[in-house]
């Protein structure tokens, strides 16, 4: 059973930077589409990043320019910088099933989640 196991997160001032990590443990795959996701109180869950096979990443408008992420298999680590208090939120790792080539926002293409971890950002 593939786990995603995410670290990180914590609170921080606006402006402030944070960096978020998750593994995937238990694959039989070297590689599998992964993503982050957040969910802010009273908000539906959106997604931040989202990564393809080969290596392709996308980010929302709302973090562009602000987040990074990377390219290693199964580890997808989101750097975030200029953080504001509207990205305060739970975040959580998704990642797709292994014949996915790619995935879209959609929270359905992805199969496996993890607990999430709280990012808190104070103005």
């Known amino acids: 059973q593939v786990q995603l196991v995410e670290s990180g997160g914590g609170s921080v001032q606006a402006g402030g930077s944070l960096r978020l990590s998750c593994v995937v443990r238990?694959?039989?795959?070297?590689?599998?589409?992964m993503g982050w996701f957040r969910q802010a109180p009273g908000k539906e869950r959106e997604g931040v990043v989202i990564r393809d096979r080969d290596g392709n990443i996308r980010y929302a408008d709302s973090v562009k320019g602000r987040f990074s992420s990377d390219n290693t298999d199964n580890l997808l680590n989101l750097q975030m910088n200029a953080l504001k208090p509207e990205d305060t939120a739970m975040y959580y790792c998704?990642?797709?099933?292994?014949?996915?080539?790619?995935?879209?926002?959609?929270?359905?293409?992805?199969?496996?989640w993890g607990q999430g971890t709280q990012v808190t950002v104070s103005s």
């Open positions: 238990d694959s039989t795959y070297r590689r599998l589409c």
């Open positions: 998704a990642a797709a099933r292994y014949y996915r080539a790619s995935v879209s926002w959609y929270e359905g293409d992805f199969a496996y």
